[in-house]
């Protein structure tokens, strides 16, 4: 009696491995987001020994966004060339290699080479290795093991203020630089951990009930695929009748060399194609593919590379523009409050104090986050939008409070609601964007937000070295968080008017 073989299916670890993919992408995250709210407190002496303003952090700052939109645009060619993991490993060597190149920093170009442009390109490298990485590891968990990897991030972005301010009063801004160098060398393991999943991945032994409805479903699919390959052979063939034929002496020219009409011959390669289609011939579609791009012109390989055919879509286009002005405005501030409270009379004690209860309360909003979203399905734009709009309220009343409570209490009501800014921004894509079309549509985003960033940073720091005046620039940050919030409500109440009118 012979045994039946026995069938598998492969399915993600959902742990195991995945458990230091997190951890892996954490570090990098933490070291890039964390150093933003530091960056005046680590850099503003330097800064200001060199006789530079305040648009040199935004410069700084901007060409940083800048160069990460290029480098994540350009992941996807890289992916094609090299593995994943080797990516990675080139983004956290450069992240760390311009760690060590900040130490021996002596001028603003020194600090825009090392830190802006080759920093921000390796965490342009380092953001879609993680992400991708991620979620080839976890499917059914994902939600849930990116919360707990999102509030790892958080508590380091908490102690990251506190523990610069340490570093800097006990081994000074040299040794400080040095320290912050190996904590840096962390993303070249957080990018080693990256294996294939393939190495990890688990296989199942296939029962007999599931096997019937794996070749039920597969049945099913085939029966679909042949309806659909008839429909479009017997419009093709309609088309075909309906086409006028040419007399005459035109009529000669319908008739090729091995006296075939053209009609019979675009129906004939019509029903070719389809077939070739319907048997799953995938490489004769990679070639057509290869053979249609080698044909394009440059504009359209540029648009057919950054699918930019989605700037038509005007709903598209305001979330990519929203989300672009609230991110640098979100950064921006952040990074300019340590200097405002410097200017107000706060020590640097003090001050490493506030960003860090900021910090707190940006933590304890990722909490809050995961424990709603485990009841209650809140669409992520409406999130945003939320945190936008909240943010700008804040803000106002940031400018009026000058005492130690007052900055506290404001700071963490500003840092709870930039939860809602960074964590739900990659949801917002992905529940508007085809799963086609997300990575695509993201690279784009990435690569417009950098530019976008790049253009209006310098912009604002001119307004506050020209005004000398903290205020006025924080109003101008906030205006571009208004610019995300009031063009998405006018969006909503249009589309519901529609809506109601269609209905009437």
Avoid at 31 to 42: I, T
Avoid at 178 to 193: C, E
């Amino acid at each position: 009696m012979t045994t039946a073989k026995k069938m598998y299916r492969e399915e993600p670890p959902e742990g195991g491995w995945g458990y230091l993919i997190g951890l892996g992408m954490a570090l990098p995250f933490i070291s890039a987001l964390g150093c933003m709210p530091s960056f005046g407190l680590v850099f503003g002496d330097f800064l200001h020994n060199l006789g530079e303003k305040t648009s040199a952090i935004a410069v700084v700052t901007s060409l940083f966004f800048s160069s990460m939109s290029f480098a994540g645009l350009l992941t996807n060619t890289l992916f094609r060339r090299y593995s994943i993991r080797t990516v990675g490993l080139i983004g956290g060597s450069l992240y760390f290699f311009g760690s060590l190149l900040q130490i021996f920093v002596q001028s603003t170009w020194h600090l825009i080479i090392a830190f802006s442009l080759i920093q921000g390109a390796a965490f342009g490298l380092m953001i879609p290795v993680a992400y991708t990485s991620f979620n080839a590891y976890f499917v059914k968990r994902r939600v849930l093991m990116m919360n707990i990897a999102q509030t790892l991030i958080g508590i380091g972005t908490m102690v990251y203020p506190m523990a610069m301010r340490f570093l800097l009063d006990s081994f000074g801004f040299r040794g400080c630089l040095a320290i912050l160098a190996a904590f840096n060398g962390h993303a070249i393991f957080g990018m080693m951990v990256m294996h294939p999943v393939d190495w990890h991945i688990k296989r199942i032994e296939i029962d007999e009930c599931e096997l019937k409805e794996i070749i039920k479903k597969n049945q099913l699919e085939n029966q679909n695929n042949l309806i659909i390959k008839n429909d479009l052979e017997a419009a093709n063939e309609e088309k075909s009748h309906l086409e006028p034929l040419m007399g005459d002496e035109n009529s000669k020219n319908n008739i090729n060399e091995n006296g075939l009409n053209n009609h019979e011959l675009k129906r004939d390669s019509k029903s070719n194609s389809m077939a070739k289609l319907s048997n799953n011939n995938l490489e004769k579609v990679v070639e057509n593919s290869i053979d249609n791009k080698k044909s394009m012109g440059i504009w359209e390989y540029i648009v057919d590379f950054l699918d930019l055919t989605l700037m038509k879509d005007p709903i598209y286009v305001n979330i990519v523009l929203g989300i672009s002005f609230a991110l640098y405005s979100d950064i921006a501030f952040f990074t300019l409050q340590p200097l405002y409270l410097f200017e107000l009379g706060f020590s640097k004690a003090s001050t490493a104090e506030i960003i860090a209860i900021g910090a707190a309360a940006d933590l304890g909003s990722r909490i809050f986050l995961a424990g709603v979203s485990a009841f209650i399905t809140i669409p992520s734009r409406y999130v945003y939008l939320s945190g936008s709009l909240f943010t700008v309220i804040s803000r106002f009343a940031f400018l009026l409070v000058f005492d130690y409570t007052g900055m506290a209490v404001i700071t963490a009501i500003m840092g709870f609601l930039r939860t809602w800014i960074h964590v739900t921004l990659p949801l917002v894509f992905g529940e508007y964007l085809p799963k086609e079309r997300f990575p695509s549509g993201y690279g784009l985003f990435m690569f417009l937000q950098g530019n976008i960033t790049f253009l209006i940073g310098p912009f604002v720091g001119y307004i506050r070295d020209v005004t000398h005046s903290y205020p006025i620039t924080f109003h101008c940050l906030n205006f571009f968080m208004a610019a995300c919030a009031v063009p998405w409500l006018i969006e909503i109440a249009i589309i519901k008017l529609k809506k109601k009118a269609t209905t009437v």
